[in-house]
Nanobody
Framework: QVQLVESGGGLVQPGGSLRLSCTAS????????IGWFRQAPGKEREFVGT????????DYADSIKGRFTISKDNAKNTMYLQMNSLKPEDTAVYYC????????????????WGQGTQVTVSS
């Protein structure tokens, strides 16, 4: 059974950090590009960042560039989203997703999705 299971969300103060993890089962991450997306209340799901199947290339949304970093550990079949200098506007449910082949910032291209993890940035 193919699954992506996320963890690491929670409540953090503005300026703080969190690291989200997403572990894959039922398929091998080596051949998949990874995307992170988020959805705030009342808003559409939006692109956060993506990493190529090899881990050698990344792309990020302008709103989080320089603050968030995506990585993947193929040996652990796990990917990560390191979030620093968090702002209240980063509050959302964060989703990891996987797609075979090339990386993409288009959520429609991703075939496997995690269940989402809540990140709340508030004092």
């Amino acid at each position: 059974q193919v699954q992506l299971v996320e963890s690491g969300g929670g409540l953090v103060q503005p300026g703080g950090s969190l690291r989200l993890s997403c572990t894959a089962s039922g398929f091998i991450l080596d051949y998949y590009a990874i995307g992170w997306f988020r959805q705030a209340p009342g808003k559409e799901r939006e692109f956060v960042g993506t990493i190529s199947w090899s881990g050698g290339a990344t792309d990020y949304a302008d709103s989080i560039k320089g603050r968030f970093t995506i990585s993947k550990d193929n040996a652990k079949n796990t990917m990560y989203l390191q979030m620093n200098s968090l702002k209240p506007e980063d509050t959302a449910v964060y989703y990891c997703a996987a797609k075979p082949g090339a990386w993409s910032n288009e959520l429609e291209r991703y075939i496997y999705w995690g269940q989402g993890t809540q990140v709340t940035v508030s004092s």
